[in-house]
């Protein structure tokens, strides 16, 4: 007899997708029930009762696993904002208010902020996280009709990536001007609109009209940032 051999490999893709999503549950809980450097890949096997190299084969390490979590956080901040089209204005618009709404959260505690600012984790963005943040950028440079040479573009990237580490040490430092956090949110969102070489009127309209729409639009923050 014939083995059905694509609804095999279906079979095992969804069991795939399925022990992804309970690693990522369980490690959501203990991030947030005992932090991210008590958090291991033994305790999660543990718990859901597989073995650690099973983890492994989905995420390589723990940071990884982290940054995927984060990332998801990240679109569903973006699929909130959606439910409301009326109040679109622009990619630079939508942005900015993902921004805003990530990193109130991000620095609305310690725990928080320890578990995203890790050095090695700073280390990695300026690594994986180009690709992303390039895609963030070609959107608004699309939808104000802008064009960049691909160095343009890594280069705008490169020093984007690289200021987020230097204000999050302005603002755990002594800098008292950037210890608001809407102050130190404005700033992120502001260097994106000049980074896309965005005119000062069009940034400040932007930023006016994306505070206000966070104001008034709260999501649901994630178990693990609480």
């Keep these: 007899?014939?083995?059905?051999?694509?609804?095999?490999d279906i079979a095992v893709t969804n069991a795939s997708a399925y022990l992804s999503e309970e690693i990522i549950n369980v490690s959501e809980r203990m991030f947030h029930d005992v932090g991210y450097k008590d958090t291991t890949?033994?305790?999660?096997?543990?718990?859901?009762?597989?073995?650690?190299?099973?983890?492994s084969y989905h995420f390589k390490n723990k940071h990884?696993?982290?940054?995927?979590?984060?990332d998801r956080y990240f679109a569903k901040l973006r699929d909130f904002i959606d439910q409301y089209p009326d109040e679109y204005e622009n990619a630079y618009w939508r942005i900015s208010v993902m921004y805003i709404y990530f990193y109130r959260v991000i620095t609305s505690s310690k725990k928080n902020l320890d578990m995203f600012y890790r050095k090695?984790?700073?280390?990695?963005?300026?690594?994986?996280?180009?690709?992303l943040v390039s895609s963030h950028y070609q959107t608004i440079l699309k939808d104000f009709h802008k064009t960049f040479t691909p160095l343009d573009l890594r280069m705008s990237v490169c020093m984007d990536l690289g200021a987020r580490r230097r204000m999050y040490h302005e603002f755990v430092g002594n800098n008292a001007d950037i210890q608001d956090i809407d102050t130190f949110c404005y700033y992120h969102v502001y260097l994106i609109g000049l980074l896309c070489r965005l005119d000062q009127a069009t940034i400040d309209e932007n930023l006016k009209k994306a505070f206000a729409f966070a104001n008034a639009h709260v999501p649901e923050v994630p178990y693990f940032l609480q």
């Design 1 to 8: 007899m014939r083995k059905n051999i694509k609804g095999d």
């Design 64 to 70: 990884l696993l982290l940054l995927c979590i984060f």
């Design 120 to 131: 090695d984790a700073m280390d990695e963005w300026e690594v994986s996280k180009v690709d």
């Design 41 to 55: 890949f033994q305790k999660i096997a543990d718990e859901l009762g597989i073995t650690k190299s099973t983890i």
